[in-house]
């Protein structure tokens, strides 16, 4: 079993709707929970951070953490084209003296004009 | 501000030869972490460099090593190229090892392609 799973699509909504994307994983360690958005040729840039359980909302983003499940996902509201790009979950314990990021594969998400 | 450079963008190498990715990280930031990202899933963790010493390392073999200069710009070095080896390398710069709260920023890649 892969530590972190990510449904990876591809995902196609009109402009408007609302997108839900989300991961599992299965190190009770992570303590850190992140989204990066990655345009096609780029690197990722980060979206949302969150540390241990709850909700954060910022703008038409939020990230929501359920550690009791071992589940994070991430809504977009009013999804616009520009939105349109993979979306990648990232974990970390950034505990002693393991800091490092554990990736989801990413989800491609497409919103049509 | 500059962010994260990374040069050079994209590398054409052949099976055997060796390798050399050049990273700055963004100002201010003085920890770089390399990752490789393969077509089609998320970015690997290969290594992370603070204070010029390797500080964390995922399971890649010893023909990735990187280095880091005193100006806190990184290398990464690959030996003996396999196949297998053909991503997109990306570099990563952030303010101390474990602040994460400060977040991670990460260039645009080097693609490598071995051929």
């Known amino acids: 079993q892969k530590e972190v799973e990510q449904d990876p699509g591809p995902l196609s909504v009109p402009e408007g709707a609302i997108v839900s994307l989300n991961c599992t994983y299965s190190n009770s360690a992570f303590q850190y929970f992140m989204w990066y958005r990655q345009y096609s040729r780029k690197g990722p840039e980060l979206l949302m951070y969150?540390?241990?359980?709850g909700n954060k909302e910022d703008g038409r983003f939020t990230a929501q953490v359920d550690k009791s499940s071992k589940y994070i996902s991430l809504f977009i509201r009013d999804s616009q084209p520009s939105d349109s790009a993979t979306y990648l979950c990232a974990m970390s314990e950034s505990g002693g003296s393991n800091y490092k990021l554990t990736f989801g594969k990413g989800t491609l998400l497409t919103v049509n004009p | 501000d500059a962010g994260v450079t990374q040069s050079p963008t994209h590398l054409i190498k052949t099976r055997g030869q060796q390798v050399t990715l050049r990273c700055s990280p963004k100002s201010g930031h003085d920890t770089v972490s390399w990752y490789q990202q393969a077509l089609g899933q998320g970015p690997q963790f290969i290594f992370q460099y603070y204070e010029e010493e390797e500080r964390q390392r995922g399971n890649f073999p010893d023909r990735f090593s990187g280095h880091q200069y005193p100006n806190y710009s990184s290398e990464l070095n690959v030996n003996a190229l396999l196949l297998g080896d053909s991503a997109l390398y990306l570099c990563a710069s952030s303010w101390r090892p474990g602040r994460l709260d400060y977040g991670y920023t990460f260039g645009s890649g080097t693609r490598l392609t071995v051929v």
């Open positions: 969150t540390y241990s359980s």
